[in-house]
């Protein structure tokens, strides 16, 4: 991937990334934080094919789920071996558990049961790679990485289930 950035004076900053196939996403982020995203099928043709403003929140967002944030795809031979190793899972937390109403820090899940947690669905909301001080709520469903025990432990946990 080709990636030239350019200032535009008084507007903000252009980055143009041009793929291997000849197609061009065009990035201009403006002084106000506005986002202009472009997509040119073929990188020399003067009119994108496709193109949206985001504001910043929903670049960082789509900028997570670029990297992976939410789903990260491996090859199947590979699957095989993680699939013996690690697991993801959604667990739901429930009142009754002793890390209700508690900052994932001091929660302290990692030392406890060895999971991390990558992700939490509040609601409606969609939390990917959540700050240590995010409160885990009753009723969240945590997307949790770990060796399958350690993904059991934490289901106890989140039951309110003694560990």
Wanted: aromatic share 4%.
């Amino acid at each position: 991937m080709n990636v030239s950035v350019s200032q535009l004076p008084g507007i903000g900053q252009k980055i143009m990334l041009q793929t291997a196939e000849d197609s061009m996403l065009v990035v201009i982020v403006h002084h106000t934080g506005k986002r202009e995203l472009y997509f040119f099928n073929d990188v020399d043709s003067d009119e994108a094919d496709f193109a949206m403003d985001l504001t910043a929140d929903e670049t960082r967002e789509l900028g997570a789920q670029l990297l992976g944030a939410t789903y990260q795809p491996v090859n199947a031979n590979q699957l095989k071996m993680f699939k013996k190793q690690i697991v993801i899972d959604y667990i739901t937390l429930t009142s009754k558990s002793s890390i209700a109403y508690q900052t994932i820090e001091d929660s302290e899940v990692r030392n406890k049961t060895g999971t991390t947690i990558i992700g939490i669905v509040q609601g409606d909301e969609m939390v990917a790679i959540p700050e240590a001080d995010r409160i885990l709520e009753p009723g969240d469903v945590l997307m949790a990485i770990g060796k399958k025990d350690q993904i059991a432990m934490l289901e106890a946990v989140c039951k309110g289930e003694d560990v």
